[in-house]
């Protein structure tokens, strides 16, 4: 119980017994401690200070409680608690996998596969695997679609010579494949590898773009290849689109108001 002190008060013996009912009863200006019965009281003021009136105290206390956000704004953000969370997959991702057959690359196609079968054993998806056009209700994730990057996007990042030696990747015979593989670093091409980068990338842009709008609460892009350690020029360490970069690229640009974007990447390597 919070009552008021003699020191804030004069001619008011039993001040200090005064409980107060609301916390803005404490002036944030000089931390004194009066009740709502301030018509009565006469306010001793601090040298310095102009005399506190009852009016400019009922004034000051009004200011103090005002909400930093209007009631309609604070009102439509509480859905958001309610929403789902998205979900983007496309199995045609898994088609980006290494040509040498001796090699188990650690980025395997069945990555992808291993957790979306995780999801649906947990009961939160039930859509086929395959099935991006389909939602059921009933489902605790929302299905987002896969789309693929446009050449756009990817130069808000990327060079455009990365571009375009991406580009040529369909048309490549398994010998120059197989030899941009071992010159890489650390990454693989086959002829589907620039489609699947780019599913990949749109799919991880369609996420984020999903939680901005507020159509999910928050979402899991599980895309491959993966996206966060390809640099502007080339790709690197798995990955031939840096996903992360060109999403948060596409949502700043599209959105002047979002200032910030936190990104945390926290990533396990195999020993």
């Known amino acids: 119980m919070i009552t008021a002190s003699n020191r804030c008060l004069e001619d008011e013996p039993q001040a200090s017994s005064l ?10 200006d000089t931390g004194h401690v009066l009740s709502n019965r301030i ?89 086929p695997e395959g099935g991006s056009e389909l939602e059921n209700e009933d489902c605790l994730m929302v299905r987002i679609r896969a789309r693929e990057v446009t050449e756009e996007e990817a130069l808000l990042v990327h060079t ?32 589907q590898s620039f489609t699947c980068a780019k599913l990949s990338c749109g799919g991880s842009i369609e996420t984020c773009k999903a939680v ?29 689109f840096n996903n992360v970069a060109v999403a948060a690229r596409v949502i700043r640009q599209g959105n002047p108001e979002c200032e910030k974007i936190m990104i945390l990447d926290w990533y396990v390597h195999p020993e």
């Open 39 to 127: 018509d009565h009281l006469k306010i001793r003021p601090r040298s310095g200070y102009a005399k506190l009136t009852p009016e400019l105290f009922l004034q000051r206390r009004a200011n103090a409680i005002r909400p930093k956000f209007s009631t309609d704004s604070y009102t439509r953000a509480l859905p958001r608690s309610s929403l789902r969370t998205g979900l983007c997959y496309d199995v045609r991702m898994r088609f980006h996998a290494t040509l040498d057959e001796e090699d188990v690359h650690p980025e395997d196609p069945r990555r992808i596969h291993v957790i979306y079968q995780a999801l649906a054993s947990a009961g939160l998806t039930k859509l």
């Open 19 to 28: 409980a107060l009912q609301h916390p803005t009863d404490i002036l944030p």
């Open 212 to 240: 901005w709008s507020g159509q999910v609460k928050n979402a899991i892009a599980v895309v491959r290849p993966p996206g966060h350690h390809a640099e502007p020029h080339k790709s690197m360490g798995f990955c031939l």
């Open 160 to 191: 455009s010579d990365h571009w375009r030696f991406l580009t040529t990747l369909p048309d490549l015979d398994k010998a120059s494949l197989l030899n941009l593989t071992l010159t890489g670093d650390s990454v693989f091409y086959n002829n």
